[in-house]
C-alpha cells in the first residue's frame, strides 16, 4: 500500500474511500459531444449523478443542429437538475465572435464556456463523459479538499486496462519532458507541475472564486494549462491530489485527426505557455534530444514494471511513440487562451440566455 506525499496534499485510497463531501453546494461541469449521446459511459456517468444529488450539472455541449433535439430529450430524462449550454450554438458563436473570443473550437472552450455558468456555485467539479468505470465516490473524493479548506483539487489513477499500461501522453510526453526542465530550471513552478501524478487527468474541483480566475486553453492543452493557473491562484499549500482508484475510458491512436500525436502538440504548447508566464525560456535548440534520452529510459522502466505485473508491453510501439513526441517540442506558437471570467468582456447571463435561445428554436423545427 502505498501512503507518500508530494509538495502538494495527496490523499490516497486506502481501500473504498468514499468521504462525506458538499455535493449539495456544488455545480458538476461535463463536457459532451453529440458522439457522446446515448453511449454506454455517458449514460453510467449521468445515472451516476443522480445518486450523488449536486446542487446542479451543467452539460457544456458540443453539437450539430439536427442532433440537438434527441440530446436534450435524453439529457432530460435523467433525474437532475441539469443546464444544457450548447457550445456551439450559431447564436453563441456570433456572440463570441462579436466580442473577439472566437476561435478554434474544442473541449476547453466547452468547458470555459460551462464555467462561466457554474462559476457562481461555491464549489465546481469539472469530469469527462467518457468513464466506464465511473462511480459515485468520484465527486465526493474531488469535492473533500474543498471543504477541509484547499481550493483546488485534482483527480489522478492508474491507468491499467486489458493486460496493458495506459495514460500514455502522461507516462511517455510529459512527464519526462517536466523531469528534463526540472533539472535545468530550478523554478517551483516545475516542481508543482511534476508533484501531480497524473497532470492530464479530466478530473479537477475549485472554488467558485478559483473558477473564475482562470484563463483557459481552447484545446488539448486544458489539463496542463489549468495546473499553470491553479499554481498561480492557489500554489502548493492549497491545492491537492485525490486518488480516483483505476480509471477506464476510450482510447486514442497515436496518428491521425486528434491522435495522441495532435494531442502532444496541444499539451506541449500549453506547457510551454504556462512557462513563459513564470518567466521560464527552455532551450529548443537541445530540449528535444533531453526529453529523448529521459523518454527512453522511461521506457525501460515501464518494460520492467509490466514485467513485474505480467502485462503486456510493446516496447518498440512505446519508442515509436517517443519519436513522435519529441517532434512536437517546439516553442509555444500565439496565446489563445480564453480570459478568466472575472475579467471577460462578456457576462456568462448572456452565454445562458442566447444558448437557451437557440435550443427553443432548434427544437420547434
Request: net charge negative.
Amino acid at each position: 500500500m502505498e501512503y507518500v506525499q508530494e509538495r502538494v496534499a495527496t490523499l490516497h485510497d486506502f481501500g473504498d474511500a468514499a468521504p462525506e463531501a458538499p455535493t449539495d453546494r456544488a455545480t458538476v461541469v461535463v463536457p459532451m459531444t453529440d458522439c457522446d449521446y446515448a453511449s454506454l459511459a455517458a449514460e453510467r456517468v449521468l445515472a451516476t449523478l443522480e445518486d450523488v444529488d449536486p446542487d446542479s450539472v451543467v452539460i457544456a455541449l458540443r453539437a450539430d443542429r439536427p442532433n440537438i433535439t434527441d440530446i436534450v430529450d435524453w439529457i432530460a430524462g435523467f433525474d437532475l437538475d441539469t443546464e444544457v449550454l450548447w457550445c456551439t450554438a450559431p447564436r453563441v458563436e456570433a456572440r463570441l465572435d462579436e466580442t473577439g473570443l472566437d476561435g478554434t473550437v474544442g473541449k476547453g472552450r466547452d468547458v470555459w464556456l460551462a464555467l462561466g455558468l457554474a462559476g457562481d456555485s461555491e464549489f465546481v467539479v469539472v469530469h469527462d463523459v467518457d468513464a466506464t468505470s465511473y462511480d459515485d465516490s468520484l465527486v465526493h473524493r474531488l469535492l473533500f479538499p474543498l471543504a477541509a479548506g484547499y481550493d483546488f483539487s485534482k483527480g489522478y489513477y492508474a491507468r491499467v486496462e486489458d493486460g496493458r499500461l495506459y495514460g500514455r501522453l502522461v507516462r511517455l510526453f510529459l512527464a519526462p519532458l517536466i523531469d528534463v526542465l526540472a533539472d535545468s530550471h530550478d523554478d517551483p513552478l516545475l516542481e508543482y507541475l511534476g508533484a501531480f501524478r497524473y497532470p492530464l487527468a479530466g478530473e479537477f474541483a475549485a472554488t467558485g472564486d478559483l473558477v473564475r480566475r482562470l484563463r483557459v486553453q481552447r484545446g488539448w492543452g486544458l489539463e496542463i494549462g489549468t495546473l499553470g493557473e491553479a499554481y498561480a491562484a492557489a500554489g502548493f499549500e492549497r491545492s491537492a491530489q485525490v486518488d480516483l482508484g483505476v480509471h477506464e475510458h476510450d482510447h486514442r491512436s497515436v496518428s491521425g485527426p486528434d491522435g495522441l500525436g495532435d494531442m502532444s502538440r496541444g499539451v506541449g504548447d500549453a506547457l510551454f505557455h504556462a512557462l513563459a508566464d513564470a518567466g521560464i525560456e527552455p532551450d529548443f535548440g537541445t530540449l528535444p534530444e533531453r526529453y529523448r534520452g529521459r523518454a527512453l529510459e522511461m521506457v525501460e522502466q515501464y518494460a520492467a514494471d509490466a514485467a513485474f505485473n505480467g502485462l503486456e508491453y510493446d516496447a518498440i510501439g512505446e519508442r515509436e511513440q517517443v519519436e513522435t513526441y519529441a517532434g512536437a517540442i517546439a516553442p509555444p506558437g500565439e496565446d489563445g487562451r480564453l480570459p478568466a471570467w472575472r475579467d471577460a468582456p462578456i457576462d456568462p447571463g448572456e452565454i445562458r440566455k442566447l444558448s437557451r435561445e437557440a435550443i427553443v428554436a432548434a427544437t420547434e423545427r
